[in-house]
């Protein structure tokens, strides 16, 4: 197979060009998301997926990954974040069409920004809570 980018030749199965390092399977591989049991995972959609992590049930619907939902359960969600981190992204790419690889990723990534915003307030959240439950805690004691 050539390289799209700058043409030299790379032994089959390989991602990326061992010339240039560009990628070798995005420009002209079939595009087969959306098609369930029939589409082809490409090595680049693999991988661990923070926005199913993070978001579980909610990015399912997002994604059309209906199995999410499980994590509306209580402790199965805790299953759940782990088993979307895992496969999340497999199973997005096999339950809806996406324009393209580099269209799944961009999508994908802002999930897991917005995960990482998500568990960075909740983090604040947690720190605000614990210091005004001490500040009030320390004043009740203070009053004679
Ligand atoms: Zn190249």
């Keep these: 197979m050539f390289c799209p980018k700058c043409g030299a030749a790379n032994p089959e199965g ?3 060009c061992s010339s240039c390092g560009g990628p070798l399977q995005i420009i002209g591989a079939v595009n087969t998301s959306g098609m369930g049991r029939l589409a082809q995972i490409p090595p680049e959609v693999r991988g661990w997926n923070w926005g199913g992590f993070w978001w579980g049930w909610i990015w399912g619907i997002g994604n059309s990954v209906w199995i999410a939902l499980l994590g509306l359960i209580p402790i199965v969600s805790l299953v759940m974040m782990f088993v979307l981190g895992a496969k999340g992204s497999e199973w997005a790419w096999t339950a809806r069409k996406w324009e393209s690889i580099e269209h799944f990723k961009r999508v994908q990534r802002n999930w897991a920004l917005a995960g990482w915003i998500l568990f960075i307030i909740g983090v604040l959240f947690w720190v605000a809570y614990f210091a005004l ?11 004679p």
């Design 133 to 143: 439950a001490v500040c009030v805690m320390t004043t009740i004691e203070a009053i």
């Design 14 to 16: 390989r991602n990326f």
